[in-house]
């Protein structure tokens, strides 16, 4: 039985675990984050993987940082684990380290693929199965398969998507790593670009942008890790949006009734379907603007 050490963390790998279980693959390992205070409570909480690896029965570690591996797997597979890998690490792969990676290498190497896709207003993203190397993300591409993004997508609707779609790619390439038939691709230098974490100052809101990129932006980091504006000095996140006719100043509330709550961009508006205003909970625009939101007027404007 061909072996793997599997490593990732949030919920995109959960369906790629469960597809090596199910396709019937040793899993000598699961490695994934420490539990981590979660909420207003700091409640500690398992990784998503970690949960599923328990409930498998497979053996769980929990490194704070990855220095060394106590296992010679044939594989190890890396799908959002959250750690740089060291060569003494990769180098336990009796066949090949490979990485599930949410974008169409060379496009988007990084932390946030997925984010950069939805906030670049990107038509296709995708799943690259490549070899580990040293240098992040940079290895041969042994496959890939394309998935069209829609105005419905947001960060979570792609991460579900496209651990779906990793899960199907990593399986269908491992047997050809496997008995050497298949053959990596080299990545072509001179088309890659980065998506690295998102800044805190990247999550601020420029109104003066067209409705468009405002749009993509705000579901760039839906759910997480969630765009906003402030609003009489106090902060509001912004989740779901849709692009309309309108203008006014950017920033602007030009339309406020019992359904509809609509903001002015530098061209364009958008109709806010899903916010949270400070200190209370996400809602949709009517139960916004059926209690806090009558605060919010026509012709002031969120900065």
Same mark, same amino acid.
């Given at each position: 039985m061909t072996s793997v050490v599997f490593m990732g963390t949030p919920a995109f790998s959960v369906g790629i675990l469960e597809g090596l279980v199910e396709e019937g693959y040793d899993v000598m390992a699961v490695v994934t984050q420490p539990d981590r205070p979660v909420g207003r409570k700091r409640v *500690?909480?398992?990784p998503p993987v970690k949960a599923k690896a328990l409930e498998l029965g497979l053996t769980v570690v929990q490194p704070e940082k990855i220095r060394e591996l106590d296992y010679e797997p044939d594989f190890i597979v890396t799908a959002a684990f959250g750690q740089f890998l060291p060569e003494s690490v990769l180098a336990r792969a009796k066949v090949k380290a490979i990485n599930v990676h949410a974008s169409l290498l060379p496009k988007y190497r990084g932390a946030a693929p997925i984010h950069y896709a939805l906030i670049n207003g #990107?038509? $296709?993203?995708?799943?690259s199965i490549i070899e580990m190397t040293k240098k992040m993300d940079a290895g041969d591409i042994y496959g890939s398969s394309e998935l069209a993004i829609t105005d419905d997508d947001n960060v979570g609707t792609l991460f579900e998507k496209l651990s779906v779609v990793g899960r199907d790619t $990593?399986? +269908?390439v491992m047997p050809g790593i496997l008995d050497g038939s298949a053959v990596g691709v080299p990545q072509v230098e001179s088309e890659v670009t980065f998506s690295p974490s998102i800044s805190a100052d990247e999550e601020i809101i420029d109104? +003066? $942008?067209s409705a468009r990129e405002v749009f993509n932006k705000i579901r760039g *980091?839906?759910?997480?890790?969630?765009?906003y504006s402030t609003y009489d000095g106090e902060r509001v996140k912004f989740f779901d949006t849709r692009v309309v006719v309108g203008s006014g100043a950017p920033g602007? %509330? %030009? $339309?406020? #009734?019992k359904k509809n709550f609509v903001v002015a961009c530098g061209t364009g508006a958008l109709s806010v379907k899903v916010l949270q205003p400070f200190g209370k909970s996400k809602m949709d625009v009517v139960s916004f603007l059926n209690g806090v939101g009558q605060k919010y007027e026509i012709g002031s404007v969120f900065n």
């Open positions: *500690m909480t398992p #990107d038509a $296709l993203t995708g799943i $990593l399986l +269908s109104w +003066s $942008l *980091m839906n759910p997480f890790p969630t765009a602007e %509330i %030009i $339309l406020k #009734d």
